[in-house]
T-cell receptor
Framework: DTGVSQDPRHKITKRGQNVTFRCDPISEHNRLYWYRQTLGQGPEFLTYFQNEAQLEKSRLLSDRFSAERPKGSFSTLEIQRTEQGDSAMYLC???????????????FGPGTRLTVT | DQQVKQNSPSLSVQEGRISILNCDYTNSMFDYFLWYKKYPAEGPTFLISISSIKDKNEDGRFTVFLNKSAKHLSLHIVPSQPGDSAVYFCAAIEPGGKLIFGQGTELSVKP
């Protein structure tokens, strides 16, 4: 078990460019979550998937943000036309669920640190 | 509007003593809470959780207490060790498993 992995670990981009981050969850986990963490704050929920279905995206920060999980395995988070305020740590987490909907703790990846210059 | 609050940004404790980290929440519908620990350049790591049907859960040196009437929970670490130095986040679970985090408390355990 390699845990949740994220790529890249660091990304520096110029304002206005598009960026895409990848998350590979723990293989048997069907739920995948994206969070954003800024300095001095806790992680902030963005969106999540149950298998390939995106169950909530209302908390994505703007229409410049989008996420996919096309085959229910890895996921990507894209930010279009980046702004300096997008600079943050982007965290991915995964968790299993069972048929009764029992909740389990989420396992986090190491994050992708984005710097927009 | 911050639904989960950790009002102490930092805490310093002597090795071997007790560390008490506090967390308050505003939404009485929350029924499951978790504590995570985070080292620099790593993602948060799950520590311990508690359901609202309990008022205490213990796992080794870590105990979480829940006071539903006060909408308050606390994490006790006994005895504290230098390796416990990290940022601790409390979180509540919303429907769908979404985590609502507090701002975090940075714990420093001095040898």
């Amino acid at each position: 078990d390699t845990g949740v992995s994220q790529d890249p670990r660091h990304k520096i981009t110029k304002r206005g460019q598009n960026v895409t981050f990848r998350c590979d969850p723990i293989s048997e986990h069907n739920r995948l979550y994206w969070y954003r963490q800024t300095l001095g704050q806790g992680p902030e929920f963005l969106t999540y998937f149950q298998n390939e279905a995106q169950l909530e995206k209302s908390r994505l920060l703007s229409d410049r943000f989008s996420a996919e999980r096309p085959k229910g395995s890895f996921s990507t988070l894209e930010i279009q036309r980046t702004e300096q305020g997008d600079s943050a740590m982007y965290l991915c987490a995964s968790s299993p669920t069972d048929p009764t909907g029992e909740m389990y703790e989420q396992y986090f990846g190491p994050g992708t640190r984005l710097t927009v210059t | 509007d911050q639904q989960v609050k950790q009002n102490s940004p930092s805490l310093s404790v002597q090795e071997g003593r007790i560390s008490i980290l506090n967390c308050d929440y505003t939404n009485s519908m929350f029924d499951y809470f978790l504590w995570y620990k985070k080292y620099p350049a790593e993602g948060p790591t799950f520590l311990i959780s508690i359901s609202s049907i309990k008022d205490k859960n213990e796992d080794g040196r870590f105990t979480v207490f829940l006071n539903k009437s006060a909408k308050h929970l606390s994490l006790h670490i006994v005895p504290s060790q230098p390796g416990d130095s990290a940022v601790y986040f409390c979180a509540a679970i919303e429907p769908g498993g979404k985590l609502i985090f507090g701002q975090g408390t940075e714990l420093s355990v001095k040898p």
